[in-house]
């Protein structure tokens, strides 16, 4: 069985596979900023994930999100504390499953969207309190003219604080892939 193709070279058909499609619009709408912008991130999202299991070898991301049905709801969601958007489990070609999720957070002075990722969905590592360990990756400031990416210290490593929210999201959904290259 031959090794799949470098991370880099992977990424270079990504970002062409990207370049040359346009995403699948989503039917929710929105008439605040906060909610276009939430709208925008989760569409963002799904097109990459799309680009990802038809670029990469040996990975699948396993999608089950019900985007439309979720977005339709958004008048109430921004209500809650914190709403899982979408979930992705990554089935890679090796031994674990990491995952990545799209976390709403609301609060009285704001929104954001999270991306949080989990190392395996399969053992679900624990901390001390039996606590799944999840690590924030980077987040999204809602509200203003385009969603604000924040880059969480803990993963600084992978991400430039100076990309726009798309290149963010981007670089954020391809992490797992990057990991499993980086292990091999």
Known sequence: MTEPTPYPLWRETLDQWLTDRQPRKLTAEADDPAGRQIIALVQE?????????????????????????????????????????????????????????????????????????FEDTRFWPTDGEQRRIAYELMSFELGGGEPAARVADESA?????????????????????????EDS
């Not at 977005?71 to 070609?93: H, K, P, Q």
């Not at 604080?161 to 892939?177: H, K, N, V």
């Open 45 to 117: 999202a799904r097109f990459v994930v799309e680009a990802i299991n038809a670029t990469a070898e040996r990975v699948e991301v396993i999608d089950k999100n019900k985007y439309d049905h979720v977005l339709s709801l958004l008048d109430r969601l921004v209500t809650f504390d914190e709403f899982v958007l979408a979930e992705y489990t990554y089935d890679l070609w090796r031994r674990h499953r990491p995952g990545i999720r799209l976390l709403l957070e609301n609060d009285a002075a704001r929104h954001r969207l999270v991306l949080v990722f």
């Open 157 to 181: 490593e992978y991400f430039q604080a100076d990309w726009s929210w798309r290149q963010a999201l981007r670089e954020g959904l391809c992490l797992p892939l990057l990991l499993m290259d």
